[in-house]
């Protein structure tokens, strides 16, 4: 087997989410059986059950605060449309005396595209619809009570964003409405308090806050946009978790980068933390609500640390010099953390000492380090990492684009580019403007001529590379998955002298039908993006469109797509397709039946296998 293979087919699991109430019942994320899938594990036992088994796995979970029931969304073959189903922590628990509780979160990797499969489709008898009486659909959060109480969040072209209280043996009650996103954030620690995230003013990209009753009253509003008039966003990060506390964390960007502060909305106060470190910040409370759990990302990199609110003091937590994905504090204060870097790939590691959670079978096999490189492009400042084969330069060359777009590239193990170092390739990743991870002005300069922006950073690193001696110009590849996608088939079209080979994953390829076909809030999204609807701003959608670009393309092109995929549905790529064979352009599509993106490791394997052919029969 080769080693890019075992990167991909190596058992790799998520950082466990345990059980307030119950801290030695935990869920987590696992690859094991060749699908993404959930899995049970009880800590004092050792014992560890898989939970779901779908054709095409499942991602979201979460775990109530008892530990007594594991909830996790349903939709149909990656579609991301679907209901919430529940099952007994303990297969045999007879659910007498039942008592939920938790918080929902997705316990799957790195952001994935969430959970597979459908409601029917891989259940099974342990399996009950977890919120009676509510309609399929693409989901906007959910928060569980104490007192078997849920709160649910949907969203749907037709109603846009709602959400419901459901209560044991009651019918679901809505207490939320309105055409923009909005979604679920926490409940308090009494269930009496619910915090949401909303854009109500129109800004997709910059929410506001509410704190709701459960009668759907206010009860106080944090909105930095000043009604839209500001770029700058909130984010619920949970309530302080100790009975009579009803101070809730909140995600902040009013000094130019992602930082915590403390709001009680019940008084008004603000409490402005002050964390002195450079990048963004993000933060969780230690179970005891004494201190919080800081993680710090800065240029690529993560790490962690704790405020102390008694001191008013930042305190170190050791960790490895790379990438924390996720982490949390442990009733005995000690930090258990996901932890990865390019050459080394991911454990889940524990402060008080070793690996907390190790699958058993191979290990993925080692890649080489990342190289910092800093490029002076028109936005300013680019930062890529840059990863090289043995032997000398020029090397043929991937640029691999980030998705998102609001996201980044890291010191993180990727099985993909590791793959094409195996191969003899460098591998060059940017963190064009609309990243994250580089101040808010960095992520906000994407507006208007979205695409244009990203590729002229993209650009900028090419030249560099060349001219470095890194990349062969004549053995160039564009590539990436979803944003990274579109970034390649737009670049493909605008700067055709540049690229030898293009290779774009669930692209948006053709954006006004793309906007049309795409889930509500991504229709909310690509408004904020792009200042209006296609019919309102013509000229915009056709100036970021690849499909506009589609004649002056040379490279050979090679598609992939998900036939269920909601972000970048399939008939815009398939308008995009046509448009090459028209002309005889060469090009090559593969379709799967997923969403965006796949959780079976084979047909991971399968793709990167695909491309990597493309590329080197292309490249010659």
């Given at each position: ?15 466990p ?6 801290p ?30 779908r ?10 605060l ?25 297969p045999?628990?007879?659910?007498a ?23 029917g ?36 072209d037709e109603d ?27 409940l ?8 949401i ?16 009753r ?9 909105d930095d946009?000043e ?12 309530f302080a978790p ?5 101070r809730?964390?909140?995600?902040h ?16 106060v ?8 450079p990048g ?5 409370w ?20 704790r ?8 305190i170190?937590?050791?960790t ?29 590691r ?31 400042r ?23 777009p609001t ?14 170092v ?14 994250t ?12 001529r ?17 001219d470095s001696?890194l ?11 979803s944003?990274g ?5 737009l670049?493909?079209?605008t700067?055709p ?8 994953a ?43 670009y ?33 002309r ?8 799967y039946?997923?969403?965006h ?18 590329a ?5």
């Amino acid at each position: 087997m080769p080693e890019w293979e075992k990167r991909f087919r190596a058992p790799r699991v998520s950082l466990p989410d345990w059980a307030e109430d119950a801290p030695e019942r935990a869920l987590f994320v696992s690859n094991a059986t060749g699908t993404y899938e959930l899995y049970a594990w009880d800590r004092t036992t050792g014992a560890q059950r898989q939970v779901t088994d779908r054709p095409n796995g499942t991602t979201d979970g979460v775990l109530s605060l008892d530990g007594e029931w594991i909830w996790w969304f349903s939709d149909t073959d990656g579609d991301e449309f679907g209901v919430w189903m529940r099952q007994p922590f303990t297969p045999g628990w007879s659910g007498a005396g039942q008592k939920d509780g938790g918080e929902a979160g997705a316990v799957g990797e790195g952001g994935g595209a969430g959970a597979e499969g459908g409601a029917g489709a891989g259940t099974s008898a342990l399996d009950e619809p977890a919120a009676p009486g509510l309609a399929p659909s693409y989901p906007a959060g959910l928060a569980l009570g104490r007192d078997g109480t849920a709160v649910v969040g949907r969203s749907t072209d037709e109603d846009g964003s709602t959400l419901h209280v459901v209560r044991p043996g009651e019918a679901p009650v809505e207490i939320y409405r309105h055409r923009e996103s909005a979604g679920v954030g926490d409940l308090s620690y009494d269930g009496t308090l619910l915090a949401i995230e909303h854009t109500e003013h129109g800004d997709a990209m910059h929410s506001a806050l509410r704190v709701l009753r459960l009668d759907g009253s206010t009860v106080a509003e944090l909105d930095d946009t000043e009604g839209g008039t500001r770029e700058l966003g909130l984010e619920v990060l949970g309530f302080a978790p100790v009975a009579g506390d009803y101070r809730l964390l909140v995600g902040h960007q009013r000094r130019g980068r992602w930082e915590p502060i403390v709001w009680d909305p019940l008084t008004g106060v603000e409490t402005d933390l002050a964390v002195e470190l450079p990048g963004d910040i993000s933060a969780e409370w230690y179970p005891d609500g004494s201190e919080l759990l800081i993680v710090h990302s800065f240029e690529g990199r993560s790490e962690l640390w704790r405020y102390d609110f008694a001191k008013s003091a930042l305190i170190e937590v050791e960790t490895p010099a790379g990438t924390v994905s996720g982490a949390t504090a442990r009733p005995d204060r000690s930090v258990e953390y996901l932890w990865s870097s390019a050459a080394e790939p991911p454990r889940v590691r524990s402060t008080a000492g070793g690996v907390v959670l190790d699958p058993p079978g191979m290990t993925a096999p080692a890649s080489v380090p990342v190289e910092d490189a800093w490029v002076e492009s028109p936005g300013g400042r680019v930062h890529a990492l840059v990863q090289r084969p043995a032997g000398k330069g020029p090397f043929p060359t991937v640029f691999e684009i980030h998705g998102g777009p609001t996201w980044h590239d890291s010191d993180a193990f990727a099985a993909g580019p590791a793959a094409w170092v195996d191969h003899g390739f460098a591998v060059v990743r940017v963190n064009y403007r609309g990243s994250t991870g580089y101040g808010r002005e960095w992520t906000d300069a994407l507006k208007h001529r979205v695409g244009l922006i990203e590729l002229e950073d993209i650009a900028a690193v090419r030249r560099w590379a060349v001219d470095s001696g890194l990349a062969d110009p004549a053995k160039l590849v564009l590539a990436g998955g979803s944003w990274g996608g579109y970034l390649t088939l737009l670049g493909l079209g605008t700067q055709p002298d540049d690229w030898a080979v293009g290779l774009a994953a669930v692209p948006v390829a053709d954006y006004v039908t793309a906007y049309h076909d795409e889930m509500e809030a991504l229709k909310a999204m690509d408004r904020t993006l792009l200042g209006g609807t296609p019919e309102e701003v013509p000229e915009r959608f056709e100036a970021s469109s690849p499909l506009t670009y589609v004649d002056a393309v040379r490279a050979p092109v090679y598609i992939s797509a998900g036939v269920n995929d909601p972000r970048c549905p399939i008939r815009q790529v398939e308008n995009y397709v046509d448009r090459l064979a028209a002309r005889g352009a060469v090009h090559e599509v593969y379709r799967y039946d997923a969403g965006h993106g796949s959780l079976v490791v084979e047909e991971r394997i399968k793709q990167v296998r695909l491309e990597l052919d493309f590329a080197m029969r292309h490249l010659k």
